[in-house]
C-alpha cells in the first residue's frame, strides 16, 4: 500500500513538474513574441509621417547616424532626429505607466486603479504646469526643475488620495477609488484655471499639451531624462513582485508572511510617482495606459506579478507606440485622445464586471 501511495505521489509531483515548466515556457513564449511586436511597430512607426520613407532609407538612416553621423541627409535627420526620439520616448513612457497599473491594482486590490484615475498623473501635470505658469527655469543637475516639480505634486496627489481612502484606519478600495476620481477633478480644475490666465500662447499651448499628451515634441534630451524615471521606478516595482503577490490574498496573509504592510505601500506609490512624474513632464498626461495594459496582460499569463509585469509593460510600449504612429496619420492628434477613446469603454466594463474579477 505505501509502494502505491509512493508511486501516485512521484506521478502526481511528475505531472505538477511538467505542467510548470509548460507554464512556463508558455510565458516565456508570450514575452519574446511581444518583443518582436514591439520591434516591428517601432519600425513601421518611424516610416509613418508628413515625409514618406522606405524600409530601405529607414535601415540606411540609421545605420548613417551610428557610423557617419556628420554628414545626413534630411530625410536620415528626420529619422536620426525627429521619429527614433518619439519612438524611444513611447516605449519608456508606455512600460512605466503600464508597471505603475499593476503595482497600484495590486496595492489596492483594485482591477479599476489607475496612475490617471487615482489623481497621480494630474497632480504631475499639475506640476509641470505651474513650472509653465510661473515661467521658471531653474535647473538641478543639469536637468530642469520641471520633472521634481512634477514628482512632489504627484506623490502629493497620490498622498492626499490614501489618506481619504483609509476608513478605520485600513485603506479601502472604493474609498480611494472616489477620492481619486475627485482629485483628480481638482486638479484639473486648477490646471484649466491656470490656461484660462495664461496671457502667453505659448505658455497656454505647453499646458494644454500636458493635458492631452503626446510625443511630437520628443528629443533626445526628453529621453535621456526620462530614462532615469523608467529605470528606478521599474527597478523598486520589479523588487517587490513577490510582496505584491502575497498582497493579493490579503494584506492579513501578507501580514503574516512578515511583509510590512504600510512600508510596502508608501513604496509603491512613491515609485509610481516617479514613474508617472517623468512621464507626464515629457509626454503629458496619458490616461488609461496604466489601467488597460495590466489586465490584457493578466488575461494572457495570468496574475503572477513575475511575469505580469515585464508583459504589461510590452504590452504598454506596443500600445503606445501604435497610438503614437496613428497619431501621425490624423495630423498629430493627441496620444491622449487615442487612449481616452480606448480606455473609458473598458473602464466601464471594468466598473460592471468587478465584483467578478475581484471578489
Not at 190 to 207: E, G, N, Q, V
Request: hydrophobic letters at 55%; aromatic letters at 10%; charged letters at 10%.
Amino acid at each position: 500500500m505505501s509502494g502505491d501511495r509512493s508511486a501516485a505521489s512521484s506521478a502526481l509531483l511528475g505531472e505538477t513538474k511538467e505542467a510548470l515548466r509548460r507554464q512556463a515556457c508558455f510565458r516565456l513564449a508570450v514575452v519574446l513574441l511581444l518583443l518582436a511586436i514591439l520591434i516591428v511597430a517601432a519600425f513601421a512607426s518611424m516610416l509613418v509621417g508628413q515625409v514618406k520613407l522606405s524600409i530601405k532609407q529607414l535601415f540606411e538612416a540609421i545605420a548613417h547616424s551610428l557610423f557617419n553621423a556628420s554628414s545626413l541627409s534630411d530625410e536620415e535627420r528626420i529619422v536620426v532626429f525627429f521619429r527614433l526620439p518619439r519612438v524611444a520616448l513611447a516605449i519608456l513612457v508606455g512600460a512605466t505607466l503600464a508597471i505603475s497599473g499593476v503595482g497600484l491594482q495590486a496595492m489596492f486590490r483594485n482591477p479599476m486603479a489607475d496612475p490617471y484615475l487615482l489623481g497621480i498623473s494630474s497632480g504631475g501635470a499639475l506640476g509641470a504646469a505651474i513650472v509653465t505658469f510661473l515661467d521658471i527655469h531653474s535647473s538641478w543637475l543639469g536637468i530642469g526643475i520641471q520633472p521634481f516639480v512634477s514628482f512632489a505634486t504627484a506623490f502629493g496627489a497620490a498622498w492626499v488620495v490614501a489618506v481619504l481612502g483609509r476608513v478605520g484606519g485600513v485603506l479601502r478600495t472604493d474609498a480611494v477609488l472616489l477620492s481619486g476620481i475627485a482629485v483628480n477633478a481638482l486638479l484639473s480644475a486648477i490646471i484649466s484655471l491656470m490656461m484660462y490666465l495664461s496671457a502667453h500662447r505659448l505658455a497656454l499651448a505647453r499646458i494644454y499639451f500636458w493635458l492631452l499628451g503626446g510625443f511630437y515634441n520628443a528629443t533626445w534630451r526628453d529621453v535621456l531624462f526620462m530614462t532615469p524615471h523608467a529605470i528606478i521606478g521599474i527597478f523598486v516595482l520589479w523588487l517587490n513582485w513577490r510582496p505584491l503577490n502575497a498582497l493579493l490574498l490579503g494584506e492579513e496573509t501578507a501580514h503574516y508572511v512578515g511583509i510590512d504592510i504600510s512600508r510596502l505601500k508608501w513604496l509603491i506609490i512613491g515609485a509610481v510617482s516617479w514613474c508617472c512624474s517623468g512621464a507626464v513632464a515629457y509626454a503629458g498626461s496619458i490616461g488609461f495606459v496604466g489601467l488597460v495594459m495590466p489586465h490584457m496582460a493578466r488575461m494572457l499569463i495570468g496574475p503572477g506579478h513575475g511575469t505580469l509585469m515585464p508583459t504589461a509593460m510590452l504590452f504598454g510600449a506596443i500600445f503606445l507606440v501604435l497610438c503614437d504612429m496613428l497619431s501621425r496619420l490624423g495630423n498629430e492628434i493627441p496620444v491622449g485622445i487615442f487612449t481616452a477613446l480606448s480606455g473609458v469603454p473598458f473602464f466601464l466594463f471594468l466598473l460592471r464586471k468587478s465584483h467578478r474579477l475581484y471578489a
